[in-house]
């Protein structure tokens, strides 16, 4: 027995350290296999973010594409614009050419036909005037002969005859010069007139031309600004999902009716109202001593009492809400709607307004109580919304408060329409 238990001794000896070197191997193996999934799903976790990186990059791309598009389409129905007026102008001046032709027509045919008066007028007199010329050289020719063949006053006549012919004759050779001259510059004017209305239709079928390449560069903008929008909107739609299924970001949704009524109650202190009441009522009948104080198990209980009580005083407003704003018997309860309905009872629910009236130290409280419009705009959005108003928001509450001389009734105004806004009914 002693031999057979020294021989297994030996055996264990000898196989201790090939156990612990395995046991070591093991260990060494486990942590390397947990060290490879730690490193697997940070290299999973570090593509996805690489991945959504990349589509919120490609969104932005897509979104400055869309931007820079519609500026163009801007700029280019500016284009329009000008090339209208443009055309506008041209076709003003082709009628002012036009005109200009029509007057210089006039005016070259009145001068060819004075011209042509004055021509026959000057043709007459110089006829008469050479029959007189030759008139009085025969009677000078038979003067000199000594045969008077004429008396001498007649032949005076004549001769007075023959210088008025003359004096004649030349005046209406200078008036058919002046009206040669005359027909020549309205020959010219008219010529100009028609080169003007030839260049002012050029320019016009230029310009028509310029506008109907700018309406198509205007069709060709917006179908660009058509397609970045698409872009933009397939490039965003992805997005939101991924975020929210890596708990980066909450999707948009509406509250469900009941989550509407105790959220309205809550904002409004109505809640918090009944729990005081409820609290002041128990501790008529179970006064809080000082044992149940110290004791959490008893506060606990106590607090969830309170609640129970206020909870049974406050759900029968649940209904009006479920009615209002849940789904038919029948229809999905998750779906969103907007119905005049619901309009109609925000707008006109008498306990709505009853709820928003100052009390309890609510947001119309603390509006009312505030001296600075800011802070009275941030106690509106802190206290309705649970965020800091923008810039905007304050300088809309300011106005809105400095318009009203009844400060009770802007503030309950402010809260309702913080209550009826999109971004209070969903949960975002």
Excluded at 141 to 159: D, M, R
Excluded at 371 to 383: K, N
Aim: aromatic share 4%; proline share 4%; net charge negative.
């Amino acid at each position: 027995m002693k031999t057979a238990v020294a021989a297994l001794e030996a055996a264990h000896q000898k196989t201790a350290p090939l156990a612990e070197a395995m046991f070591a191997a093991e260990a060494k193996a486990t942590e390397a296999r947990s060290t490879h999934s730690d490193l697997l799903l940070r290299q999973s976790s570090l593509t996805a973010r690489m991945d959504a990186a990349t589509r919120i990059n490609a969104l932005i791309a897509a979104q400055a594409a869309e931007q820079s598009a519609q500026q163009n389409v801007a700029s280019r129905q500016a284009a329009v614009i000008a090339a209208t007026q443009s055309v506008n102008e041209g076709q003003t001046a082709v009628k002012s050419m036009e005109q200009a032709l029509q007057q210089a027509v006039t005016a070259q045919t009145a001068a060819a036909e004075a011209d042509q008066v004055a021509a026959a007028n000057a043709a007459k007199a110089a006829q008469i005037h050479n029959l007189l010329t030759q008139a009085t050289g025969s009677l000078t020719q038979a003067a000199a002969a000594g045969t008077e063949l004429v008396p001498a006053p007649l032949a005076e006549s004549l001769q007075s005859r023959l210088t008025a012919a003359a004096g004649t004759s030349d005046t209406l050779t200078a008036v058919a010069a002046k009206s040669a001259q005359a027909m020549a510059a309205a020959d010219a004017t008219l010529v100009k007139a028609r080169e003007n209305l030839t260049a002012a239709q050029a320019e016009l079928e230029r310009r028509k031309t310029a506008s109907t390449a700018a309406e198509a560069d205007v069709a060709a903008a917006q179908q660009q600004f058509s397609q970045a929008v698409t872009a933009a909107d397939t490039a965003a739609e992805p997005i939101p999902a991924d975020l929210a299924g890596r708990f980066a970001l909450s999707p948009l949704k509406p509250l469900s009716p009941e989550q509407l009524c105790w959220t309205v109650f809550r904002v409004t202190t109505v809640y918090d109202r009944y729990v005081a009441a409820e609290e002041a009522e128990l501790s008529k009948t179970v006064p809080l001593t000082e044992e149940l104080r110290q004791d959490p198990a008893a506060m606990a209980v106590r607090a969830a009492q309170l609640e129970q009580r206020a909870w049974d005083k406050l759900k029968g407003n649940l209904g009006s809400y479920v009615s209002m704003y849940g789904g038919a018997p029948g229809q999905p309860q998750t779906d969103f709607y907007a119905s005049p309905d619901q309009a109609l009872f925000t707008a006109n629910g008498g306990a709505i307004n009853s709820w928003v009236a100052p009390a309890g130290g609510n947001s119309a409280e603390r509006i009312i109580k505030a001296t600075d419009p800011r802070v009275a705009a941030e106690e509106l959005y802190l206290g309705v919304l649970t965020r800091m108003p923008t810039e905007d928001e304050v300088n809309e509450v300011t106005a809105f408060l400095a318009a009203r001389p009844d400060r009770s009734l802007a503030a309950q105004e402010l809260v309702w329409g913080l209550l009826s806004s999109a971004e209070f009914r969903f949960n975002h």
